[in-house]
């Protein structure tokens, strides 16, 4: 356990008053149905959510509370979560049964939620301004990169549908072909007075994105 706590302590850069807490923050439920990290977990996503949705305001101070919903839910996600965890090494000290391994590797979604159980661990161990001032710090260059982060294409091309002619834009799969581990997709999307547009990728999410950007690319230029 020494080995953990000093491996938590080199990666977060402070000593650390409750071993305890950053025990459970780092135990799964099927090792430990009691002392896992589940209200770790609750709480740390209320933490996070709060840190970083009080940096987006502060950024962008003249930004409609859509668009800021948007950014925030861009930046506290369970990939972004997974990221950092990752990036911490905590991966290498969660503490779970092997029946939630695959392959002798445990689930991305555990690993993802360490990661809120850390920071629910470090808020009630070290105070909200240790908390923040990690979180910005992990979080910095997505942050950075949210300044110039524009909303999606999709959303765009829904909203700017929705405005204009009241319906949505309607999605239309046109082809899927390759191999199962690497299919490709080609979606048709069209809106009221407009030539659809096409899209290919290697899922219908990313197809439809790209046959949306094509579309605002016309829009945008009328």
């Not at 090792?31 to 502060?58: A, Q, T």
Request: hydrophobic content about 35%; glycine content about 4%; proline content about 2%.
């Amino acid at each position: 356990m020494k080995k953990i706590i000093n491996k938590l302590e080199l990666s977060l850069g402070f000593k650390i008053n409750n071993t305890d807490l950053y025990l459970k923050a780092i135990t799964h439920k099927s090792l430990d149905k009691i002392n896992n990290y589940e209200k770790l977990e609750f709480l740390g996503d209320r933490v996070l959510g709060l840190c970083i949705s009080k940096k987006l305001f502060e950024i962008f101070p003249n930004e409609k509370e859509g668009i800021l919903d948007k950014k925030l839910a861009s930046l506290v996600n369970k990939k972004k979560c997974y990221e950092v965890c990752k990036f911490l090494q905590l991966n290498k000290v969660i503490k779970t049964n092997t029946s939630t391994k695959s392959n002798n590797t445990i689930e991305d979604k555990i690993i993802s939620d360490t990661c809120e159980a850390l920071i629910g661990a470090i808020f009630l161990d070290q105070g909200i301004i240790v908390a923040e001032k990690i979180i910005l710090y992990l979080w910095s260059t997505d942050l950075k990169n949210s300044i110039n982060t524009e909303i999606d294409a999709k959303t765009r091309l829904q909203e700017h549908s929705l405005k204009e002619f009241k319906v949505l834009p309607i999605y239309k799969l046109l082809e899927s072909k390759g191999p199962h581990h690497k299919p490709i997709f080609k979606i048709q999307v069209k809106i009221k007075n407009s030539k659809p547009e096409f899209g290919i990728g290697s899922s219908k999410k990313i197809a439809e994105q790209n046959a949306a950007s094509k579309l605002m690319n016309k829009v945008d230029k009328l």
